[in-house]
Protein backbone atom coordinates (compact mmCIF):
# COMPACT_ATOMS: atom_id res chain seq x y z
CA UNK A 1 0.00 0.00 0.00
CA UNK A 2 2.65 2.64 0.68
CA UNK A 3 4.29 2.31 -2.76
CA UNK A 4 0.51 3.48 -4.32
CA UNK A 5 0.54 5.94 -1.70
CA UNK A 6 4.13 6.87 -2.91
CA UNK A 7 3.48 6.51 -6.57
CA UNK A 8 0.33 8.66 -6.57
CA UNK A 9 1.46 11.63 -4.32
CA UNK A 10 4.80 11.57 -6.77
CA UNK A 11 1.61 11.64 -10.14
CA UNK A 12 -0.07 14.96 -8.09
CA UNK A 13 -2.16 13.36 -5.89
CA UNK A 14 -3.66 15.84 -3.06
CA UNK A 15 -3.21 14.92 0.42
CA UNK A 16 -7.15 14.65 1.03
CA UNK A 17 -7.37 12.47 -2.24
CA UNK A 18 -4.99 10.36 -0.93
CA UNK A 19 -6.77 9.91 2.54
CA UNK A 20 -10.09 9.00 1.16
CA UNK A 21 -8.47 7.07 -1.50
CA UNK A 22 -6.64 4.87 1.62
CA UNK A 23 -9.00 5.44 4.25
CA UNK A 24 -6.44 7.10 6.46
CA UNK A 25 -5.71 10.65 8.24
CA UNK A 26 -3.60 13.27 6.78
CA UNK A 27 -1.60 12.50 9.44
CA UNK A 28 -1.30 9.05 8.86
CA UNK A 29 -0.87 9.63 4.81
CA UNK A 30 2.22 12.95 6.02
CA UNK A 31 3.91 10.01 8.09
CA UNK A 32 3.89 7.25 5.48
CA UNK A 33 5.46 9.67 3.00
CA UNK A 34 7.98 11.13 5.13
CA UNK A 35 8.90 7.19 6.23
CA UNK A 36 9.30 6.91 2.57
CA UNK A 37 11.41 9.20 2.16
CA UNK A 38 9.11 11.71 0.53
CA UNK A 39 9.46 15.54 0.81
CA UNK A 40 6.13 17.08 1.40
CA UNK A 41 5.22 19.66 -1.03
CA UNK A 42 4.54 22.73 0.49
CA UNK A 43 1.89 24.49 1.33
CA UNK A 44 0.13 28.15 1.08
CA UNK A 45 2.65 31.10 0.69
CA UNK A 46 5.54 31.76 2.75
CA UNK A 47 6.13 35.16 3.86
CA UNK A 48 8.57 36.31 0.99
CA UNK A 49 5.83 35.00 -1.49
CA UNK A 50 3.32 37.05 0.19
CA UNK A 51 5.46 39.97 0.02
CA UNK A 52 6.02 39.13 -3.84
CA UNK A 53 2.03 38.72 -4.14
CA UNK A 54 1.43 42.15 -2.62
CA UNK A 55 3.55 43.77 -4.50
CA UNK A 56 3.11 42.11 -8.17
CA UNK A 57 -0.68 42.48 -7.53
CA UNK A 58 -0.22 46.36 -7.23
CA UNK A 59 1.55 46.40 -9.98
CA UNK A 60 -1.43 45.12 -11.59
CA UNK A 61 -1.23 41.46 -12.18
CA UNK A 62 -3.79 39.14 -12.51
CA UNK A 63 -4.08 36.39 -9.74
CA UNK A 64 -3.27 34.01 -12.61
CA UNK A 65 -0.14 35.38 -13.40
CA UNK A 66 1.53 36.32 -9.83
CA UNK A 67 0.58 32.24 -9.49
CA UNK A 68 2.93 31.37 -12.35
CA UNK A 69 5.41 33.20 -11.29
CA UNK A 70 5.39 31.98 -7.66
CA UNK A 71 4.28 28.19 -8.59
CA UNK A 72 0.81 28.46 -6.76
CA UNK A 73 -2.20 28.08 -7.45
CA UNK A 74 -4.09 31.26 -8.42
CA UNK A 75 -6.88 30.43 -5.79
CA UNK A 76 -3.98 30.62 -2.79
CA UNK A 77 -3.00 33.98 -4.79
CA UNK A 78 -6.51 35.20 -4.41
CA UNK A 79 -6.80 34.44 -0.35
CA UNK A 80 -3.38 35.41 0.55
CA UNK A 81 -4.06 38.58 -0.96
CA UNK A 82 -7.78 38.87 0.53
CA UNK A 83 -5.64 38.33 4.13
CA UNK A 84 -3.47 40.80 3.25
CA UNK A 85 -4.79 44.29 1.05
CA UNK A 86 -7.56 45.97 2.38
CA UNK A 87 -10.89 45.71 1.33
CA UNK A 88 -11.37 49.07 -0.66
CA UNK A 89 -7.91 48.27 -2.50
CA UNK A 90 -8.65 45.02 -3.95
CA UNK A 91 -10.63 44.92 -7.36
CA UNK A 92 -13.49 41.92 -6.04
Do not use: F
Request: net charge positive.
Amino acid sequence: MVAELVADYEAGMSTPKLCKRYGLSKTSVLKLLREAGMKTRQRGLNDQQVAQAVELYNQGHSYAEIGRRLGKAKSSVREVLRRNIPINDLNL
